[in-house]
C-alpha cells in the first residue's frame, strides 16, 4: 500500500520554528516530484512548496518565501519542511504530496499532485 504519513506538527508560538516530515512507503518516490500544501480553516489548499526527484528545482509561495525550506532525503524515502519565522496566519493543516509522474513538467501546479498524505496540524499562537 502506497502511503506518505506526515509528523511534526503542533503548537508553537510565533517566531518560532517547526519541521515537518514525510515519510513515503509502498513504493520509492526518489525520481517523483514532491510537494507540501496547507489548508486553513475556512479556505482551499494552497501548494506551498515543491521539490523535483532530482532536488535541482524548488518552488515556494510568495507567503513562505524565505521562511520555509523544502528538502528531501530519498534514501530515506522522506521530504522535510522546515518552517523559520512562523506566524498566526501560518496556522492550517499541513499535507504532503507526490506527483505519480516524473516528469519536471509545470510543478508549480496543484493539479501534479495525486498522492496524498493525510495531514499534520500546524497551530501558531500570538
Known amino acids: 500500500q502506497v502511503q506518505l504519513v506526515e509528523s511534526g506538527g503542533g503548537l508553537v508560538q510565533a517566531g518560532g520554528s517547526l519541521r515537518l516530515s514525510c515519510a513515503g512507503s509502498g513504493r520509492t518516490f526518489s525520481p517523483n516530484p514532491m510537494a507540501w500544501f496547507r489548508q486553513a480553516p475556512g479556505k482551499e489548499r494552497d501548494l506551498i512548496a515543491v521539490v523535483s526527484g532530482s532536488r535541482v528545482y524548488r518552488y515556494y509561495a510568495d507567503s513562505v518565501k524565505g521562511r520555509f525550506t523544502i528538502s528531501r532525503d530519498n534514501a530515506q524515502n522522506t521530504v522535510y519542511l522546515q518552517m523559520n519565522s512562523l506566524k498566526p496566519e501560518d496556522t492550517a493543516v499541513y499535507y504532503c504530496?507526490?506527483?505519480?509522474?516524473?516528469?519536471?513538467?509545470?510543478?508549480?501546479?496543484?493539479?501534479?499532485?495525486?498522492?496524498w498524505g493525510q495531514g499534520t496540524q500546524v497551530t501558531v499562537s500570538s
Open positions: 504530496a507526490a506527483s505519480s509522474s516524473v516528469s519536471n513538467y509545470n510543478l508549480n501546479s496543484p493539479r501534479r499532485f495525486d498522492i
